[in-house]
């Protein structure tokens, strides 16, 4: 499966970004994409992952309720919108694929993306 981010960019506190994820490939094997961060000098952080066949999807305490993941299948695309931007929310965000199950766990994922810069400004 390859991995393709994009969408990342500077905004100003409480603003909004949309980040996409196309995928391509097989991914028949894929039990949920999810999108991880990370910031300088800290581990890379589970921020909201969507199962690829089924409805569930999973949040961070720090996000939910402002940012909302969710799949096309048909196209295999995974979409993050991400709305009342916060300082805290500026990292490189990553997204990925795993096959476990455990969607929260960076070491789990099988795949991932090149990564995309978010800027939030204060």
């Known amino acids: 499966v390859q991995l393709q981010a994009s969408g990342g960019g500077l905004v100003q506190t409480g603003g909004s970004l949309r980040l996409s994820c196309a995928a391509s490939?097989?991914?028949?094997?894929?039990?949920?994409f999810g999108w991880f961060r990370q910031a300088p000098g800290k581990e890379r952080e589970f921020v909201a992952a969507?199962?690829?066949?089924?409805?569930?999807?999973y949040y961070a305490n720090s996000v939910r309720g402002r940012f909302t993941i969710s799949r096309n299948n048909a196209q295999n695309t995974v979409t993050l919108q991400m709305n009342s931007l916060k300082p805290e929310d500026t990292a490189v965000y990553y997204c990925?694929?795993?096959?476990?199950?455990?969607?929260?766990?960076?070491?789990?994922?099988?795949?991932w993306g090149q990564g995309t810069q978010v800027t939030v400004s204060s």
């Open positions: 969507v199962r690829w066949r089924g409805s569930p999807t």
């Open positions: 490939g097989r991914t028949d094997s894929t039990f949920h």
């Open positions: 990925g694929s795993e096959s476990s199950g455990q969607y929260d766990l960076a070491a789990q994922y099988d795949y």
